[in-house]
């Protein structure tokens, strides 16, 4: 199991934002998390990410008890989390650098990943210069140079128009079976949770209220 939830409760304050939520994702799976706004979904991600500290319950990532931000764990944002300041190449050799893999292994994934995605030629352009697309790319880019075995998407497509954001579903779905990660995203669409999740779990105010297989998967 890569993913195992159980009775998570989470508070801001005296606000409980998850309540007793209890979830599991099988390795290799792929879970699509939908619902209205402030019933939850992103803190389950930010949680499952380590970021957010939950109250009570626990989480279990690949068999092992999540304390704090994991090294395989990658998590993709709304605003994509880019840095302006930094160059694509740099965005992507920040996070390498960072956890002290050497210039020339960095470089060397970096080049790769960006080759990959289809956006080398773009690497020493700053992320203002580029489409939203390419934005997205770089982020995902950014998220798949740490090789991760769990992806996190919270609403990552929404602000695309629809032939790119069905350009990136395609793209994060290739990704995804080609290198087995497990992916849980934040979305609300059901047009993408149908594509993308395999599980599809639906979210009411701060608690699960069903879960449903998905046979129209990819």
Known sequence: MMIAV???????????????????????????????????KTTLLYALSGLVRPLSGTIRIDGDPLTAVRSRTSLILQD?????????????????????????ESQKRTDRVLSDLGILDQADKFPGALSGGQRQRVAIGRALVLEPDLLLMDEASSALDAVTRENIQNLVLGICLEQALTLVLVTHSIEEAVFLG???VVMGRGCIRHTVDNPCYG
């Open 80 to 104: 994509y989390g880019l840095l302006p300041w930094k160059s694509v190449r740099h965005n992507l050799l920040f996070p390498l650098r960072s956890r002290g893999l050497n210039k020339q």
């Open 6 to 40: 159980e009775k998570l409760t989470v508070s801001y304050g005296d606000e409980a934002a998850l309540q007793g939520v209890s979830l599991q994702v099988e390795r290799g799976d792929s879970c699509a998390v939908i619902g209205a706004s402030g019933c939850g």
């Open 198 to 200: 395999r599980k599809i």
